[in-house]
T-cell receptor, first 113, second 113 residues
Framework: NAGVTQTPKFQVLKTGQSMTLQCAQD?????MSWYRQDPGMGLRLIHY???????DQGEVPNGYNVSRSTTEDFPLRLLSAAPSQTSVYFC????????????FGPGTRLTVT | TQLLEQSPQFLSIQEGENLTVYCNSS?????LQWYRQEPGEGPVLLVT?????EVKKLKRLTFQFGDARKDSSLHITAAQPGDTGLYLC?????????????FGKGTKLSVKP
C-alpha cells in the first residue's frame, strides 16, 4: 500500500493563479481531509469529506474548494492564490467516522508570490 | 483561543536525558492522540488514549490521559537523537465528525548526541 500520496511536493504560484493539489489514498478510507500547517499556528482543518460525494468546511475554508467524486481521491483547489495561502498543505485519511486516527500524506509546500 | 495548549513549545536536550511534554485544555475530550512529525514529512500517529487515567507505553515513550480527560502528557525516557521531531497532540470532541479533531501547536524536540 502506498498510503496517502500527494502531488506536487513543491509549488510556486503567482498571486491570482489557480491550481489543484492532488491527494489519493489506497486504504479504502471513508474520511479524508485537508490541513494547512503554518509556523506558530499548528495544523488547521480546511475541508473534509465523510465519503464520496460529501464534503464539509473546516476551520479555514475560504479560498479553497474540494470535491470527492471517488473514495480514493480528494483534490484541493485554490481558486485565486494569495500570499496568505503560502503554507504546507497536508492531506489525511481515516478509516471511518468512529476512527479518528489520521494517516497523513507527505505534504505540499506552496509558496505564493 | 487555542483549545489545546502544548508545553513547552521548544525543548533541546542531550542524549540520555528524560523529558515530559504536556497537552492541556479546559475542554473534555472523548479521546486524545499523539503524533510525531519529522522535518519535510507528515505527522505519524504514535498512540490514542481513550479512558481517563489511561497510561500507554511505546518502548521508551509513556503516554498518560488525565483523569478528567482534559489533559495528557508524553514522557520520554533516555531520549535519543532519533526522537527529534515535532510532537503534536490532537483531541477529539464529541463523536461522529472528523471536524471535531483539534490539534495543538506542537512541541519541537531536539535531542543532541
Amino acid at each position: 500500500n502506498a498510503g496517502v500520496t500527494q502531488t506536487p511536493k513543491f509549488q510556486v504560484l503567482k498571486t491570482g493563479q489557480s491550481m489543484t493539489l492532488q491527494c489519493a489514498q489506497d486504504m479504502n478510507h471513508e474520511y479524508m481531509s485537508w490541513y494547512r500547517q503554518d509556523p506558530g499556528m499548528g495544523l488547521r482543518l480546511i475541508h473534509y469529506s465523510v465519503g464520496a460525494g460529501i464534503t464539509d468546511q473546516g476551520e479555514v475554508p475560504n479560498g479553497y474548494n474540494v470535491s470527492r467524486s471517488t473514495t480514493e481521491d480528494f483534490p484541493l483547489r485554490l481558486l485565486s492564490a494569495a500570499p496568505s495561502q503560502t503554507s504546507v498543505y497536508f492531506c489525511a485519511s481515516s478509516r471511518d467516522r468512529s476512527h479518528y486516527e489520521q494517516y497523513f500524506g507527505p505534504g505540499t509546500r506552496l509558496t505564493v508570490t | 483561543t487555542q483549545l489545546l495548549e502544548q508545553s513547552p513549545q521548544f525543548l533541546s536536550i542531550q542524549e540520555g536525558e528524560n523529558l515530559t511534554v504536556y497537552c492541556n485544555s479546559s475542554s473534555v475530550f472523548s479521546s486524545l492522540q499523539w503524533y510525531r512529525q519529522e522535518p519535510g514529512e507528515g505527522p505519524v500517529l504514535l498512540v490514542t488514549v481513550v479512558t481517563g487515567g489511561e497510561v500507554k507505553k511505546l518502548k521508551r515513550l509513556t503516554f498518560q490521559f488525565g483523569d478528567a480527560r482534559k489533559d495528557s502528557s508524553l514522557h520520554i525516557t533516555a531520549a535519543q537523537p532519533g526522537d527529534t521531531g515535532l510532537y503534536l497532540c490532537a483531541g477529539v470532541r464529541g463523536k461522529g465528525s472528523q471536524g471535531n479533531l483539534i490539534f495543538g501547536k506542537g512541541t519541537k524536540l531536539s535531542v543532541k548526541p
